[in-house]
């Protein structure tokens, strides 16, 4: 039996507003037409390759082709990343600095916002040819509060992410699968990792969480609630 | 055992001042290499190998020393005259006794060392000044021997390499890693010889040529040792055989024969085929004998070292009358031979058997014998077959593996550090081995490019290199790699291990990670032959106490069960070819003339040109048994690949199972057998493709990849005292794979690990065997009303697998969400 299309996206209740799940593991808020990122550490793989290990190249084009997509699809205006924006001090070699910053050129309609998350102090902020407004976290926009890790608020709802959340799905038999995911609970949401290169880390959901994974490119509901 | 009058050696004056007699293959090891031959002495263990080995080296220096002074100062000793190179760390204390012992008694002045991974720092930092005159290692402390920067200067005085248990060793990349080190060795010391000991195979030529090399100036000298004259191969026979099993893998109902064997015999060793049967049958022996606690004991290779060289102390003084063992005790130099061995469980093979059976009987020379305990009924039928395997001598190959890259470069990298190379020399002392003898010129400069360049002839990396050119030498000049590479040495890649330990102190052993991540605190399990209470999980450990009673999980590991070898699967079918024809040969068969009964009036069984197939109805849906008698993991495939098949003449979803004897696919509705059979079912074409596609091959690689990518150095290990920066390069091999896939799909890994898939995990040379065999049998298909003898024990099996060509989110769709239980 053939499955209907796959949703690419998912539209979302919470803290109150409308969220738009995007299959390009970022959310979309529709209201201020902010698109949501979080944890694209640009410049890992040059990170790994000074290091010796053989990493090809392209991740960071990669990544910046699915912001585009991203982009595209909502016509966002904003963007608000929600921390590790770079990955390391090696990672600001000239040649992501410089794909990055030809990126930021050509979108330079957007407004950009870095949230700061553990990796960007040790990175440093991006640079000036980065044009990117860095500020500390919690960054409050009722009824959200935007932070790089996970916790609760009393000021609104959070949005965060340096989990890099994965799901695990159990089938009949023996079947399981692992997949990126986006990761509801009270009072907090975690979103994917974005970037090309990041792993992901396996969640401890609980009954009453909603969890919805992205499946090649379908945005699913897993949680049943 | 004539004596040898050829030798006037002093070996042989020690041998008679002992009153022993050298046996001949003893001499004619001991002459050739006095001639300067290399080769490969095959036997069962404990037969005198390892002499036939060490005499020769100790006779050459007797014969050269003119003059017996006392034994000279510490760092006197002479320098590095034999390398022992050892598969496992826990052989190396044996082999060490053994070889001392002559050197003790001729009073040779040789030091004689280990050097494993086990060996203390204190003892490293010595041999890193001055190694022995003789040092036992194991393959991967052989590699940094290799990797040090005086390497090409510690070799000068080497005259011998040996190789204990190379069988072992052969057909796996530690194999391939043994085989590249032995070529850099006669790089260094061209005139070493090498001796290979081994147990008898069936490709003893292949086995010579991938330990000496494909250039060898004269062909290998392959000796045989001594051999049992008689083996004797029996089963204890379940009284009652209607009412035994017709499908489980403990065979505990025969617990009660088995002790009475035991009761016999003034000592033994039971055989099991995996670490959990170990566990469960040492319990039950001990409940069985309660008495017997103390004179019990169990082995196996997750345990903890000390707990292992207790138990195989004890077996060697004789305080313990029985062992329950997996293959860990397959290998051993001298222990004691028992009076009696077990096999619980089939041994999936004629040469594995073969080689238990010798760990019996007191004399090299003397009868060996085995007793085979069945799990389920139709593993009678192997004990006969393995019988007539023995019989007739046909012994199985093991298959040498051809250029693995992973190795290449995690061998080139040593290299480069043991003194750097020039390209082209390496390149011909690479392809000296049998393993690359093929190596073509665009491999090698994959090689050589993923190791300077990171792989991309295209582009430079100016920030990367393992490996630089200086003066048309390649070395590493990078320290921090050339740190991470020694520490990260080796190619075994196993899954987590996470220690166990008594809360009290003491540790156990270890389990896999997987096991304990599904325990909770109070949860009973039985380990190491203890009822144990897990308690909790810290700093990389399972804490636990003493439980009071033996109840509780056994831990289940993942490595694979072993399947069926081809050749005792041919001889299996012989067996059942006589069954079919109403022949009885043999007290097996004749006790399974009531099983053969209900499966002939049932169904059929078939003749070795056929191919049965049974279909039957149940409430479960349709069932559909096929018997191609070839192996779990060929049946594995063939029942991946028929469902495909079958699925294309019809929408429709299978669930699998398979054993070593079939396969069966249940579906919701009637497959379409009999179309699908004139469609070309079995059709030999199209295999690769069609395999690949049913099965999820991406997935298979994925798994594999994890091997190559520890191997050639993309990701490293968890060190314990890893600083900062090696934690922050830690990355799964999965992402590796997916990001290879996507921005470098040429690289030569990738493929590596599909095919690897291919031949390792689904045997594909055998699989494409089989199917050729099954497109030329004939097909009689039955309908049973029930399910069969021979149907039920994959009914049973719990282990099912679903083929499925939906889009991955409609799986999804009806997965669950694994959730954490709610605390309290």
């Not at chain 1, 949501?36 to 990170?47: E, V």
């Not at chain 2, 670490?275 to 409940?287: C, D, G, K, M, P």
Request: hydrophobic content about 40%; aromatic content about 8%.
């Amino acid at each position: 039996m053939i499955g209907q299309t796959p949703e690419r996206a998912a539209v979302v209740d919470v803290g109150g507003d409308r969220m738009t799940l995007l299959a390009e593991r970022a959310a979309y808020w529709e209201r201020t037409r902010t698109l949501l990122i979080a944890d694209p550490h640009f410049g890992k793989a040059a990170a790994f390759r000074a290091a010796g290990v053989p990493v090809p190249r392209g991740t960071t084009t990669g990544s910046l082709t699915r912001l585009d997509a991203a982009l595209s699809r909502t016509g966002a205006s904003r963007i608000v990343f929600l921390g590790d924006f770079l990955h390391a001090r090696e990672g600001r070699e000239a040649e992501t600095t410089r794909v990055v910053a030809e990126w930021r050129r050509r979108n330079a309609s957007i407004e950009m916002v870095l949230v700061r998350g553990n990796h960007d102090k040790h990175a440093g902020d991006p640079g000036p040819d980065i044009d990117i407004r860095s500020v500390d976290a919690p960054l409050a926009e009722p009824p959200f509060v935007f932070t790089h890790k996970p916790a609760v608020s009393d000021e609104g709802y959070v949005i965060c992410g340096h989990v890099h959340p994965a799901a695990r799905l159990t089938g009949p038999g023996r079947e399981t699968v692992r997949l990126p995911c986006f990761w509801a609970r009270p009072g907090t949401m975690v979103l994917p990792a974005f970037g090309e290169f990041t792993g992901v880390a396996e969640i401890d959901a609980e009954p009453g969480d909603r969890v919805w994974v992205i499946a090649e490119g379908a945005v699913v509901n897993v949680s049943g609630v | 055992m004539q004596p040898c009058v050829r030798c006037s050696d002093p070996i042989d004056r020690w041998f008679a001042s002992r009153g022993w007699t050298p046996f001949a293959f003893q001499c004619e090891v001991w002459d050739a290499y006095r001639s300067g031959e290399s080769g490969l002495v095959h036997a069962a263990t404990g037969t005198g190998k390892t002499l036939a080995a060490w005499g020769g080296p100790l006779a050459e220096w007797m014969s050269s020393v003119t003059s017996h002074a006392q034994k000279p100062r510490r760092d006197r000793t002479p320098p590095l005259r034999v390398l022992w190179i050892t598969p496992l760390r826990a052989l190396a204390a044996d082999t060490e006794e053994a070889l001392r012992q002559p050197l003790d008694e001729l009073g040779i002045p040789w030091s004689l060392e280990s050097r494993t991974g086990d060996t203390s720092a204190a003892v490293r930092a010595r041999q890193r000044r001055r190694l022995p005159t003789a040092l036992i290692t194991t393959p991967e402390s052989l590699a940094l021997l290799l990797a040090r920067n005086d390497a090409p200067d510690i070799f000068t005085d080497l005259r011998l390499v040996v190789v204990d248990e190379w069988h072992e060793l052969m057909g796996t990349k530690r194999g391939v890693l043994v085989e590249l080190a032995l070529a850099r060795l006669r790089f260094h010391q061209p005139s070493v010889r090498t001796w290979g000991l081994s147990a008898t195979i069936g490709n003893l030529g292949d086995a010579a040529d991938a330990l000496l090399g494909v250039r060898q100036d004269r062909p290998p000298r392959i000796v045989r040792g001594v051999d049992p004259k008689d083996v004797v191969i029996d089963a204890l026979i379940p009284p009652v055989i209607e009412r035994f099993p017709w499908a489980g893998h403990l065979g505990t109902p025969m617990v009660p024969q088995v002790v009475a064997a035991l009761e016999e015999a003034a000592s033994a060793i039971v055989f099991t085929n995996t670490r959990s049967q170990t566990e469960t049958w040492y319990q039950a022996i001990l409940s069985a004998r309660p008495d017997w606690a103390g004179a019990i004991a169990l082995h196996h290779g997750s345990l903890d070292r000390k707990r292992r060289e207790w138990v195989e102390n004890g077996l060697r003084t004789g305080k313990l009358r029985c062992v329950v063992a997996t293959s860990s005790l397959d290998l051993g130099v001298d222990f004691s031979p028992v009076d009696r061995v077990l096999q619980v469980g089939s041994p999936k093979g004629v040469a594995r058997l073969l080689q238990r059976a010798g760990r019996s009987g007191h004399r090299p020379g003397a009868t060996s014998r085995v007793t085979c305990a069945p799990t389920n009924a139709l593993e009678l039928v192997e004990v006969a077959a393995a019988r007539d395997g023995v019989e007739q001598g046909l012994l199985e190959a093991r298959l040498p593996m051809e250029r693995p890259l992973d190795v290449l470069a995690q061998h080139v990298v040593t290299v480069a550090l043991g003194g750097g190379f020039v390209a082209e020399e390496l390149l011909g002392e690479v392809r000296s081995t049998r393993a690359y003898a093929s190596l073509t010129d665009a491999e090698w400069a994959w090689v050589l490019e993923f190791l300077t360049s990171g792989g991309d002839a295209l582009r430079a990396y100016p920030e990367y290199a393992r490996i630089t050119l200086v003066g048309g030498r390649y070395v590493v000049t990078n320290d921090e790699i050339a740190r991470r590479h020694r520490m990260s040495i080796g190619t075994i890649v196993g899954d987590a291990q996470i220690g166990v330990a008594y809360l009290r102190g003491g540790s156990l052993g270890s389990v896999e990670e997987s096991f304990v991540a599904r325990l909770k605190p109070g949860d009973r399990f039985v380990f190491a032959g203890t009822p144990l209470e897990f308690v909790r999980v810290r700093d990389m450990k399972a804490w636990v106490r003493r439980a009071p009673n033996g109840k509780g999980a056994v831990p289940r590991w993942a490595g694979s069960r072993l399947p069926m070898s081809g050749q005792l699967a041919e001889l299996l079918r012989a067996r059942f070819g006589e069954a079919g024809r109403g022949v009885v040969r043999g007290p097996e068969m004749a006790a399974l003339q009531p099983l053969f009964a209900v499966q002939r009036k049932w169904s059929h069984i078939p003749a070795p040109d056929e191919l049965l197939i049974e279909q039957v109805k149940s409430r479960e849906g349709w069932h559909l048994f096929v018997y191609p008698f070839e192996g779990r993991l060929v049946h594995e495939g063939l029942s991946a690949l028929c469902a495909y098949r079958l699925a294309r003449h019809a929408p429709i979803t299978f669930s699998m199972a398979s054993n070593d004897y079939g396969f069966e696919l249940v579906s919701p509705t009637e497959p379409p057998i009999a179309a699908a059979l004139e469609g070309q079912l079995f059709s030999p074409d199209n295999l690769v493709e069609d395999i690949q596609a049913a099965l999820n091959a991406t997935e298979m690689a994925r798994r594999q990849f994890r091997e190559l990518a520890r191997v050639a150095g993309l990701v490293f290990p968890g060190f314990p005292r890893a600083g900062k920066t090696a934690r922050q390069l830690q990355m799964s091999s999965s992402l590796f794979f997916d990001v290879l896939r996507q921005y470098d799909p040429g690289n030569l890994l990738l493929s590596q690990a599909a095919r690897e898939v291919l031949e390792r995990q689904l045997e594909s040379t055998r699989l494409g065997a089989t199917l050729r065999r099954l497109f030329q049998s004939r097909v009689i298909v039955r309908h049973p009303k029930r399910v069969t003898p021979f149907g039920f024990p994959l009914v049973v099996d719990r282990n099912r697998e679903k083929v499925s060509s939906e889009l991955l989110a409609d799986r999804i769709r009806r997965m669950q969400l694994a959730l954490e239980k709610a605390a309290g």
